[in-house]
């Protein structure tokens, strides 16, 4: 599945437009993050992959699930405000 990146959002006013922008860079960054963690590391596999492989991926997974939340509020805050 490819990466699809949050900054080609268009800002509505420069201010909210900032916020935006460095909220869709943390979803960005979480998914670069997760995409990277997905391979395992030495020691993480033994025929299947070892306990130790499946709590970082679920804080990875956490930590896009969080940043598209906070994008997805400040996004309906601005609705709001209409």
């Known amino acids: 599945m490819p990466i699809v990146l949050a900054r080609d959002v268009p800002p509505r006013s420069m201010r909210q437009g900032k916020k935006f922008a460095m909220l869709g860079r943390r979803i960005d960054n979480a998914k670069v993050a997760l995409a990277a963690g997905v391979e395992p590391l030495p020691g993480e596999r033994i025929g299947r992959q070892a306990p130790e492989y499946w709590a970082p991926q679920r804080n ?22 209409k």
């Open 60 to 81: 990875l997974r956490r930590a896009v699930d969080k940043a598209r939340e906070r994008l997805d509020y400040a996004y309906s805050a601005f609705n709001a405000l």
